[in-house]
RNA sequence: GCCGGCGUGGUGGAAUUGGUCAGACACAGCAGACUUAAAAUCUGCCGGGGUACGCCCUGUACGGGUUCGAGUCCCGUCGCCGGCACCA
């Protein structure tokens, strides 16, 4: 109907942006390669939103750009399509999630023509396809033959709301990052992947990535990484038990007056005295009722005496030994010696329980009496001795002293002698776990085991057994108990051994969305490749990628996974880079119009409008607010912009200018109704029109 | 609180990476032309102050500094954005 439509029409008819790779006909090898790859959507129900085409349209004036530079260059498209929402839908609707998920594909499809991207369509890949899956699978049994994937029965963030398990990347405040349900810890059979294992290259990796810094920052404090020592203290009375701690300071040793536990520590129920028991009991037990959140809510120091005594290492000095909440069971040890002369925390539970503090590193505060008023948490010079030149006590018995030294010559110092005495070493600790890798879900990809039906360990299924395909199910919905829908389907579940004949149960357990996106972008290379993820050849030829561009709300996940992934793939021989991503670019946020908001009594309340002086600051709709003058409650209402007038530095109700507005474009969404549906505009004003306003409003982020 | 990033016209953003002229290219705005009028189109103006219209002074958040030379480098202050948050 007009030249848009023409155009592309031609295209797909004579397939004007194929782009053959090395090995393929009409491949000229003497053209440079360009990788130019778009975040691949999850081709949700709602249809293509105006955020897409931002990212998208960037990624293709560079694609069509390069192209005319003489490059070669991959410029494809494809489908994350596992994912809950179809789950969901076939959960109220009893509709397959194929179904669903096939429809809202066919429907992005159109849309992204229709805007005219020069992608090579025929290396279209889609997450659910039978052929992405065997591969998808084969690499996980790559990571199990590393030893980088295991069986755990740890506890595990599980949501009840969700009836699913998520991964700590996917809690938020203890609440789900999808629909903010609660999360309680509970403990079950998981698959783990064993990421720690490569923290170190995943973050040293990042120095070299052309990326973000407000990215790398993510992942470099996600990752955690924090360089220190490992403490052993003998416990007093219990020969056979040795207290590790984990500290960054092993230079304040001296410094240390008592050391605590977290209540989960397995030697808690060790140490503790019978006079102490009761009290430490039901610590232990107030701590286990506390939510994540409650946790994080009220910060004060609470805590108990185990009636336990440790000896300081250097100095042989007894120590008390405490257990308290404000130490986490999952960092470290688990345990630490404190210092409260030099560690913020320590200082406010010694304060609070009247333990003594002792300053080891000159440089604090103190009031007019000499106490210390707040801990030095900086590096500093050590002193032995008090003011009056008087051996410090703990100090003067030790067998090393540092009086004199600077932070860095004292860590050494105190490394050297705990590692001549077995009491100590250097460690460096990590904020990263493991990454939960099993869903209890119907979409998505079965983990590829068995379990002997007899018993015994669970072993992987052979690369010729590969794709584990999904069954028919009557009712999509999590059994509720932790199981997957697949466990009620004893048909599926119990099977055969390939290689042994023997009677085995599957796996019940699905991979996380994730899976797929960890290695799209080498599929894309190589889409239709039956023998191999992807031809080394062709991989070589087009890795890594030269342009990355999508939403910073990727950053920790599905950006560190990916890079696992790789890092993993490149071990195995699979992949020629140690990095999948060279230069990535962060698209900002379309937000909706900008809407007004003033403030009116609710409804029981005498009508009206409340002016300036009076009202809250927030204007969140759906949230009562109060009058700060006669406590009455208030509601935020949207005004048309045409009832309202500029004053001063902001807006006020052009019949009531003492009443303020504010003004502000929320981030579009059903509920707010301020969605703006991209095939509207390309009815209306052109595929052009679009694409060029939404890089002319938005450019893309540069941190 | 800690970590990271960023502050250039009414707006989006340029400035060959320390180099001759900051504000390219656009959007919006103002004025003019065309029109009965409007839209579209075309022309001109468009950081601030001054101007005898030739130009002159000043200006890249603010205050210092390094340099022959600073939007760019260093120190401090303020502001904004993002992330983390009892991680020992």
Redesign the pocket.
Known sequence: DDIETRWQAYWDAHETFRQPGPGDPGFDAAKPGFYALDMFPYPSGAGLHVGHPEGYTATDIVARYKRMRGFNVLHPMGWDAFGLPAEQYAIKTGTHPRVTTDANITTFRRQLKRLGFSYDWAREVDTTDPDYVLWTQWIFLKLYERGLAYESFAPVNWCPALGAVLSNEEV?DGRSEIGGHPVEQRPMRQWMLRITAYADRLLDGLDDLDWP??VK??QR??I?R?V?AEVDFRLVGHAEATLRV????PDTLFGATYAVL?PEHPLVATVTTPEQAAAVEGYVAATVRKTERD??E????TGVWTGAHAVNPVSGEKLPVWIA????AG??T???MA?PAH?A?DF?FATAFGLPIREVVAGGKTDADGALIEPYTGDGLHVNSDASGRAVPGIAEAGVSLNGLDTAAAKTAVLAYLESNGAGRAQT?T?LRDWLFSRQRYWGEPIPVVHPAAGGAPRPLPASALPVLLPEVESYAPAGTGESPLAAIPEWVEAVDPETGEAVLRETNTMPQWAGSCWYYLRFIDPTNTGAPVDPEKERYWMPVDLYVGG?EHAVLHLLYARFWHKVLFDAGVVSTDEPFRKLVNQGMILGEVEYTAFRYAADEPFGYVSAEHAAESDEEDVAYTDTRDGAELVAVRVPESDVEKRGDGFVLREHPNVRVTSRAHKMSKSRGNVVNPDDIVAEYGADSLRLYEM??G?LE??
């Open positions: 938020v810094a407000s920052e993510m404090n996600w955690g924090s220190g984990f500290t960054t300071r977290a946790r994080m009220d910060r004060s120091k909440d404000y130490v986490l960092y470290g688990g345990a630490i210092v560690d925390r406010e600790t904020k910073a002319f409003m450019p540069q941190v």
